[in-house]
Antibody
Framework: QVQLQESGPGLVKPSQTLSLTCTVSGDSISSGSYYWSWIRQPPGKGLEWIGFIYYNGSTYYNPSLKSRINISVDTANNQFSLRLNSVTAADTAIYYC???????WGQGTLVTVSS | HSVLTQPPSASGTPGQRVTISCSGNSFNIGRNTVNWYQQVPGTAPKLLIYSNNRRPSGVPDRFSGSKSGTSASLAIRGLRSEDEADYYCAAWDDSLNGPLFGGGTKLTVL
């Protein structure tokens, strides 16, 4: 059974960097069969795609966030990570990781940007 | 990049058939396949339909999808109370070079 689990701080101060990791079990990122994505959902709002990464490190980012984000992969630990710089209150959201077109998702983690 | 256009809400009574529309353009729905996701409040989205009209294992055949031109639809027949959720369409967008999501439709079972 494929499982994804997000981890990271639930509270980030404005102007600082949000860092999250998605740990994958039941599948190997190195298999190259899927891309691995981050998406977010502000409270009470819709879904916004952030970006995705392939096993070889190739990345695709949402242009609206591209200047502030970095997604990396750690195939040894079967994880991929998100870093979002210079956060503001507008970055407060539930952050999800998912596989491919969304057949498996993490349960999501709420990140609040507040001083 | 704007979102795909969905009605904000839809409703029906148990047993009814309801449809949810999703409108895009030639950069997304017009040239790529459409997925649909169901999100029960407080939980992660769940893939409901992929490649326009295919159901993942475990999704009841009460759910069906279709696409025509730059629009797509999700149909739910035999509506049940547990279908009450938010539904999102999504399609790859060639200008975004990533998946574009609809704004979501809140389905209420009356």
């Amino acid at each position: 059974q494929v499982q994804l689990q997000e981890s990271g701080p639930g509270l980030v101060k404005p102007s600082q960097t949000l860092s999250l990791t998605c740990t994958v079990s039941g599948d190997s990122i190195s298999s190259g069969s899927y891309y691995w994505s981050w998406i977010r959902q502000p409270p009470g709002k819709g879904l916004e795609w952030i970006g995705f990464i392939y096993y070889n490190g190739s990345t695709y980012y949402n242009p609206s966030l591209k200047s502030r984000i970095n997604i990396s992969v750690d195939t040894a630990n079967n994880q991929f990570s998100l870093r979002l710089n210079s956060v503001t209150a507008a970055d407060t959201a539930i952050y999800y990781c998912f596989r491919g077109e969304g057949d498996y998702w993490g349960q999501g983690t709420l990140v609040t940007v507040s001083s | 990049h704007s979102v795909l256009t969905q009605p904000p809400s839809a409703s029906g009574t148990p047993g009814q058939r309801v449809t949810i529309s999703c409108s895009g353009n030639s950069f997304n729905i017009g040239r790529n396949t459409v997925n649909w996701y169901q999100q029960v409040p407080g939980t992660a989205p769940k893939l409901l339909i992929y490649s326009n009209n295919r159901r993942p294992s475990g999704v009841p055949d009460r759910f069906s999808g279709s696409k025509s031109g730059t629009s797509a639809s999700l149909a739910i027949r035999g509506l049940r109370s547990e279908d009450e959720a938010d539904y999102y369409c999504a399609a790859w967008d060639d200008s975004l070079n990533g998946p574009l999501f609809g704004g979501g439709t809140k389905l209420t079972v009356l």
